[in-house]
């Protein structure tokens, strides 16, 4: 079945530092790839996301570009802030959002 | 704008009763989907809800059941509850319209089971 498959954790990283977690995907069909992030005690924030090769989503200076030839969406920060820390899970969805199906999930901690 | 509502936000429960949580999407949202979050088996999709029907369903016991009402709301269940059901029942709505669509997720509610 469909899958995706992130960069395990927990990543610890200094303020100001670059951050990349990897995400690859299972290729079936046409997904729209998505990143979520998870503060503690809240649900899901979308973070970005991509629905064809070769898009590019981006926000709050976070990126990830939909790489077909790789099924890879990998997350990146060129200078992280310790209020990026949080749970970060890349998902793939057929489509649409309706039934997204989650990586494990990367928890990221950003030291001062 | 409000965003998706869960009710209860924490709830314990003994093992063996049923329990039914909430959900009250996005005005305008027409698609609830619903998903189990634990430790040990991370994000897994549950159901989703599409004018009052079920249209997917993940691979969970028949115990986990949903519906949704003529106003988009949606209700999930799960009877004779075990100890491993505890967890963060995340509900999640959309607008289908197609590969931009979004899922805009509720806080949750933290289900325990003693």
């Known amino acids: 079945g469909d899958s995706v498959t992130q960069m395990e954790g927990p990543v610890t990283l200094s303020e100001e530092a670059f951050l990349t977690i990897n995400c690859t995907y299972t290729?079936?069909?046409?997904?729209?790839l998505f990143w979520y992030v998870q503060y503690p005690g809240e649900g899901l924030q979308l973070l970005l996301k991509?629905?064809?090769?070769?898009d590019k989503g981006s926000n709050k200076g976070f990126e990830a570009t939909y790489r077909k030839e790789t099924t890879s969406f990998h997350l990146e920060k060129g200078s992280v802030q310790v209020s990026d820390s949080a749970v970060y899970f890349c998902?793939?969805?057929?489509?649409?959002?309706?039934?997204?199906?989650f990586g494990s999930g990367t928890q990221l901690t950003v030291l001062p | 704008k409000a965003g998706v509502t869960q009710t209860p936000r924490y709830l314990i429960k003994t093992r063996g009763q049923q329990v039914t949580l909430s959900c009250s999407p996005i005005?305008?949202?027409?698609?609830v989907s619903w998903y189990q979050q634990t430790p040990g088996q991370g994000l897994q999709f549950l159901f989703e809800y599409f004018s009052e029907t079920q249209r997917n369903k993940g691979n969970f016991p028949g115990r986990f059941s949903g519906r949704q009402f003529s106003n988009s709301r949606s209700e999930m269940n799960v009877s004779t509850l075990e100890l491993g059901d505890s967890a963060l029942y995340l509900c999640?709505?959309?607008?289908?319209?197609?590969?931009?669509?979004?899922?805009?997720f509720g806080q949750g509610t933290r289900l325990t089971v003693v």
């Open positions: 991509a629905t064809k090769a070769d």
């Open positions: 290729a079936t069909g046409y997904p729209s």
């Open positions: 998902a793939r969805g057929d489509g649409s959002a309706r039934q997204l199906t």
């Open positions: 999640a709505s959309s607008f289908p319209g197609g590969e931009n669509t979004e899922a805009f």
């Open positions: 005005s305008g949202h027409r698609s």
